[in-house]
């Protein structure tokens, strides 16, 4: 079974700090697709990256950084210099057909 | 190019009732799926159809239903509506022609927000 853990449910920070948000996955597929979604108050999901199993690269746009790690069974987002759009919660999922999501972290930034 | 849209926004409904959400896709888009979202949690899968055939089912009672047009667009219909059938049902779009069959991208809709009172 596909499973996806956000241990992090909230995390404050004040505009321009970095943040990290952690995302472990668990799945049995050798062929697997990562995805990271924002949900801004709106509640409107916003497709942020896709990534393949196949590709470990990390990959960076703009502010936004992610860090796939098959070791450790990762895939965490970094915000750099944070900004108060920022302000969401970010959802990690997997899935080869459907997307199976984590629970959530909600992040605030503070001006 | 117009995103996901869904009808209705708002939706009130009183125990018992049915319901029915409408989505439409991305043009071009040939697949649709379709989420549940309880607040505090993140997006529970119930359908996805690709080329008016339905290609999986999540884990929910026989009460919700869907189905595909020819056009691509999509109804969800859920039945005998109870007071945990209250949340947002998310609706996505995407393309496996593209990206290839199984782990496309899902653009998702605005949302369809429903309260059983």
Do not use: R
């Given at each position: 079974a596909q499973k996806v853990t956000q241990a992090q449910t909230e995390i404050s920070v004040v505009e321009k700090e970095d943040v990290t948000l952690d995302c472990v996955y668990e799945t049995r597929d050798t062929t697997y697709y990562?995805?990271?979604y924002k949900q801004p108050p709106s509640g409107e999901l916003v497709f942020l990256i896709r990534r393949n199993s196949f590709d470990e690269q990390n990959e960076i746009s703009g502010r936004y950084s992610w860090n796939f790690q098959k070791s450790t069974s990762s895939f965490n987002f970094t915000i750099t210099a944070?900004?108060?759009v920022d302000?969401?919660?970010y959802f990690c999922a997997t899935g080869?057909?459907?997307?199976i999501f984590g629970t959530g972290t909600r992040l605030q930034v503070f001006p | 190019d117009a995103g996901v849209t869904q009808s209705p926004t708002?939706?009130?409904k009183t125990r018992g009732q049915h319901v029915t959400l409408r989505c439409s896709p991305i043009s071009g888009h040939k697949s649709v799926s379709w989420y549940q979202q309880v607040l505090g949690q993140g997006p529970q899968f119930i359908f996805q159809y690709y080329e008016k055939e339905e290609r999986g089912r999540g884990n929910f009672p026989d009460r919700f239903s869907a189905r595909q047009f020819p056009n691509y667009s999509s109804e969800l219909n859920v039945n005998a509506l109870l007071l945990g059938d209250s949340a947002l049902y998310?609706?996505?779009s995407s393309s496996p022609e593209r990206e290839?069959?199984?782990g496309e991208t899902q653009y998702f809709g605005p949302g369809t927000r429903?309260?059983?009172l």
């Open positions: 990562l995805f990271w944070s900004q108060v302000s969401a919660v080869t057909d459907k997307l | 708002h939706l009130i998310l609706c996505a290839g069959l199984g429903l309260l059983v």
